[in-house]
């Protein structure tokens, strides 16, 4: 376990960087936009369980096996890229919804695939593999103890603030979503809007395929 001023530091640094939106930020606030609030809290859950697999797969040494090979780390990238693409492509193609929140039908059966997307989006995600092992070694003390367990502590705290941060953005873009919907009216601006959604994930998924490790 890191010392407390350690981790102190490490909590303030890792706020500042979840409070500059990304690429999983902007996926939160597009499924929010799109679905209402419920659905982007239900996202961020989703994201954040692909930020604790990666932290299991840092403390096993999976990430640096990613990262260090050029193949496998293409491979995951365009993985990701074509995913990204796919749920852009299924967005725009798709049916037009009504006038209010994108109600989950089916209950539990939708809200799961939103949960699932999520996690994909973000498992399949090696920028997430490649900051773990860049920035969490900053704050691992091997004085203080097995450096894996600290990059288990540190990696939960990161996901934890993550829910925090990720969360409030999903209420904000659920919020102006809803107020979005409110002043329109008729399919084909409701059809514009799914084809903006759908684009957001169709760029997040290009700029995923054509950036590399830097």
Do not use: C
């Amino acid at each position: 376990m890191p010392d407390a001023s350690t981790y102190a530091l490490f909590v303030a640094a890792a706020l500042a960087l979840l409070l500059v939106p990304g690429p999983a930020v902007i996926y939160v606030v597009a499924r929010s936009m799109e679905g209402g609030r419920l659905t982007g809290l239900v996202s961020v859950l989703g994201v954040e369980l692909g930020t604790l697999l990666h932290v299991v797969f840092a403390a096993a040494g999976l990430s640096a096996i990613v990262v260090s090979s050029a193949a496998a780390f293409s491979i995951v990238k365009l993985l990701g890229a074509a995913y990204l693409v796919w749920l852009g492509l299924k967005q725009i193609l798709g049916r037009d919804g009504g006038g209010e929140e994108v109600p989950l039908s089916g209950g539990g059966e939708n809200r799961l695939r939103v949960f699932s997307q999520s996690v994909l989006v973000q498992v399949l995600n090696p920028k997430v593999a490649l900051f773990f092992l860049a920035f969490l070694p900053q704050f691992v003390d091997p004085s203080r103890g097995a450096a894996w367990t600290q990059v288990v502590v540190l990696g939960a705290t990161l996901a934890a603030l993550g829910l925090f941060t990720d969360g409030l953005y999903a209420l904000l873009g659920g919020t102006a979503g809803k107020w979005i919907r409110k002043q329109r009216a008729g399919a084909g601006l409701r059809r514009a809007g799914r084809y903006v959604t759908g684009g957001v994930y169709i760029a997040l998924g290009a700029g995923a395929a054509v950036s590399g490790k830097d």
